[in-house]
């Protein structure tokens, strides 16, 4: 298996919640997106997220790929609103909104 992330990187996963009548619901059941974060420089390197379409996914990674991660970035939420037309817009949000609380507790415990 070859090692895509260096050992300066975490996992973070946030959720969202999707609406009923969403592919997304019924397939995963609530919407999520995992960070790949380097600790060292707070920037997001990569990102997966539970869409059914692989376009979307793509999409949702070019929105926040190279970003940092440090604090919660208002112009990543404008993006996502400008941008993001599907029925997913609040869950992508969300699950930002929850993954930066993470990764904020994970820093100031294990990375100070």
Known sequence: MVNLYNRNTVYI???GKT???NAITEQFKI???GFIIDVTTNKI???GSS???EVTSNFIKSIFVGKSF???N???EVDITKRYFGSSQKAIITAYKDAI???ESIKAKHYQ
């Open 74 to 76: 208002e112009e990543i």
């Open 19 to 21: 609406n009923n009548d």
């Open 51 to 53: 869409t059914t379409v």
């Open 45 to 47: 390197i990569d990102l």
């Open 101 to 103: 609380k993470k990764y």
């Open 31 to 33: 919407f999520f997106i």
């Open 70 to 72: 440090e604090a919660y």
């Open 13 to 15: 996963v946030g959720h």
